[in-house]
């Protein structure tokens, strides 16, 4: 469990210290302590990134080889593309000294994980504040008054969730059994609305996407979803937002409407439209035809998925991961809602179980899984292919996890202990085969 993010501006100049909740804030002579310990290694030539103790570990990112530079319009340019920092000349980069520390109490994290973790933190100061504001403090305190816009999306990075983004980097999906109908009733929405970037969210899971929305950088499309779910219920909303690496210094506005309970469809778009006239003109006449479907959303998300033919009666859970699309599903119910009686598993601890087989094993033996999704390659896809493990299992006394990968596609597969263990492998690729549709 996380317990506490530090944000620190050049020369340790404290922004923000967020806990993960009452009771476990550190003391500021401690967080002085530790960043004094940073600073020193620094001055000595030396970056500290982690240490760790029997307590818990401890781990920084300093963010001053961040370069701010200028960004194309993303909705402005026909060819969707992404500039990279080295794309232009080195005279116009403008380095940001930004440090954060991040505290937890499990020191079994790996420091892959805590730098995605950190990576994300500053994402959300971006998203909502940009980064000419970082690149330039010219007030301490102004800043520290601007940032406090991000609290409520530091404080849901922080606090367990039912998502699994923050492991995976991929945007949690949901698949409605008719989602030709709602992509096809997304496009002319979007279509009607200036040909803008959309999707639709059904209890902060994705449902249909645009493919341009799909076109942003997956920590891009994972912080949009999150935003949204720390947003006060409201029937619409017009905020302006930064892309963290598309456009991190001109804002678009994020628009939201609300279509039923927990489910939401979101532009991303520039001065025009207008959010009167999405409200009147094009949301019911595009989005009326979906609404049946769209009432089976609430009970679906707790499932994620609907296939066609049933899952292994001894699947307690499922995590599959396309990192090519940059797309997930995850579901402790796959067999929908369960009748009520005493569980050796709690859906707490089914979701822990998965997340905790899935990091240890993408850390482990699946390592290069998001470098396949990069490099589509035949030739270095058939020598990864020889090379690495492509199939492993644990067991322990409560249940039983099987990982399967195939092509850039991963499989983790939560069974109860009534599964033997050697028909795990054989019960594993009969759910790939079915599952390996949806993504």
Known sequence: MLLQVVCMAEGGIPLYSRPAGPGKQLPFSVISSLNGVHMFGGGQGVELLTTCSSAGKLAW?????????????????????????????PASWKPIHITMMLVTDDNQSSEAYLQRLLSSFFDAMVL???????????????????????F???????CPSELVADITGCADCLVFP??????????????????ALGCLLVR???AAATERWWRLLAGEVVLLARFISTLSACTSRDIPVYLPRTSPNVPYRLLTFLLLPGVEVCLLCGPQPSLLH????????????????????????????????????????????NPSLQQSV??????????????VLSLESRRAALRSFYLFVTETYFTSILDAAKDPNPDTAHVRASTEVTECYTCTKRYRCYAL???????????????????LSSASHAIMKSVAHLL
């Open 278 to 321: 999405i409200e009147n003109e094009l949301l019911e006449r595009f989005w009326r035809p979906a609404f049946d479907t769209l009432q089976l959303g609430p009970a679906l998300s707790q499932r994620g998925f609907v296939l066609h033919t049933p899952l292994h009666p001894g699947v307690l859970g499922l995590l599959l991961v």
């Open 405 to 423: 990968a195939e092509g850039v596609r991963l499989l983790c597969v939560l069974f109860s202990t009534e599964v033997p263990t050697f028909s």
């Open 61 to 89: 990112r300093n963010f001053h080889n961040t370069m701010l530079q200028h960004q194309p319009n993303l909705l402005e340019s026909r060819a969707f593309r992404v500039a990279t920092p080295f794309e232009e000349s």
């Open 178 to 195: 008719q989602n030709d109908l709602l992509q096809e009733c997304l496009r002319g929405f979007v279509s009607a609305a200036g040909n």
């Open 330 to 343: 995850c579901s402790v119910q796959p067999h929908g809602p369960e009748p009520a009686r005493k569980s």
């Open 152 to 158: 409520q999306l530091l404080d849901s990075l922080l």
């Open 204 to 206: 902060n899971r994705i």
């Open 128 to 150: 909502l504040v940009g980064l000419e504001d970082l690149a330039n403090i010219k007030n301490v305190e102004r800043l520290k008054r601007d940032l406090r816009s991000s």
